[in-house]
């Protein structure tokens, strides 16, 4: 069956450290998208990317960074610049950057910085 | 960007339908309305989306109103598993635009 994968589930990091999330879609998605979600509150994107080599901040960028190598991954760093780090990250995807276009959603990194 | 509003919960009995409202007074014409939801520790679920016609699919039904400046979502039978965060969201239609994500609401179901 098609769909996005995100690994690891969950995920400790000491401070100061960079790591990087994984995502991967086998739905043949053009569009991809990182959200973060802290406790009792909505998502929040991160970085998108339209196509391969091509990506653009979102809202909350800082202390981020991705890439997008290939059309089936996008994976997100979190960098040590990330003052707050810890919450659970989303990663989505969808046929294309068009309002009739529904997203489909991983299952989620839960991130905490110890 | 046009924001939705939504009620912070709602309860309902398992089995009986549930309407879910969503106000949208400043949606622009070309906007989408989009549904997910979200069960604890997991990640949102896409259930339906429309521009001005009601919308049906296995999961549940879109109510747009005549002015489209709101929308109800209806489960038609709730069932425990139903119990989640519900979103609505206005999606403009346009290049860049992308899904911006509220609070939801807060759906339980009693047994």
């Known amino acids: 069956d098609g769909g996005i994968t995100q690994s690891p589930k969950y995920l400790f990091r000491k401070e100061g450290q960079n790591v990087t999330l994984s995502c991967e879609q086998n739905?043949?998605?053009?569009?991809m998208y990182w959200y973060r979600q802290d406790p009792g509150q909505g998502l929040r994107l991160i970085y998108y990317?339209?196509?391969?080599?091509?990506?653009q901040k979102g809202d909350i960028a800082e202390g981020y960074s991705v890439s997008r190598e290939k059309k089936e991954s996008f994976p997100l760093t979190v960098t040590s610049a990330q003052k707050n780090p810890t919450a659970f990250y989303l990663c989505?995807?969808?046929?294309?950057?068009?309002?009739?276009?529904?997203?489909?959603f991983g299952s989620g990194t839960r991130l905490t910085v110890v | 960007d046009a924001k939705t509003t939504q009620p912070n919960s709602m309860e309902s009995n398992e089995e009986e339908p549930v309407h879910l409202p969503c106000n949208h007074s400043t949606i622009s014409g070309t906007d989408y309305i989009h549904w997910y939801r979200q069960l604890p520790s997991q990640g949102p679920e896409y259930v339906i989306h429309g521009l001005t016609s009601n919308v049906n699919n296995r999961m549940a039904s879109l109510a747009i109103a005549e002015d489209r400046k709101s929308s109800t979502l209806i489960l038609h039978r709730a069932t425990l598993r139903d119990a989640a965060v519900y979103y609505c969201i206005l999606y403009p239609t346009g290049a860049n635009s992308k899904l911006t994500f509220g609070k939801g609401i807060t759906l339980s179901v009693r047994p």
């Open positions: 739905l043949n998605h053009d569009a």
């Open positions: 989505a995807s969808s046929p294309g950057l068009l309002a009739y276009y529904g997203y489909t």
């Open positions: 990317s339209q196509i391969v080599n091509d990506f």
